[in-house]
């Protein structure tokens, strides 16, 4: 079985790293936080009744 020539690992070790970070940008920019919206009287008021830990 012949061997691969070093350049070929370089490439294919390049060609597998661009894929990787590719992948990992186009899901980092994909996904999308749905934060719960805030009604305007509630985000001024300081209570802390949505910080309480059920535990």
């Not at 661009?18 to 590719?22: A, D, V």
């Given at each position: 079985m012949p061997q691969m020539a070093?350049?070929?690992w370089l490439l294919l070790f390049i060609i597998f790293s661009?894929?990787?970070?590719?992948f990992?940008?186009?899901n980092y920019y994909n996904f999308f936080n749905n934060m719960?919206?805030?009604p305007q009287a509630q985000s001024t008021d300081t209570?802390?009744?949505?910080?309480?830990?059920?535990w």
């Open positions: 070093p350049i070929s661009l894929t990787f970070i590719l990992n940008i186009l719960p919206k805030i209570s802390t009744s949505a910080l309480n830990w059920k």
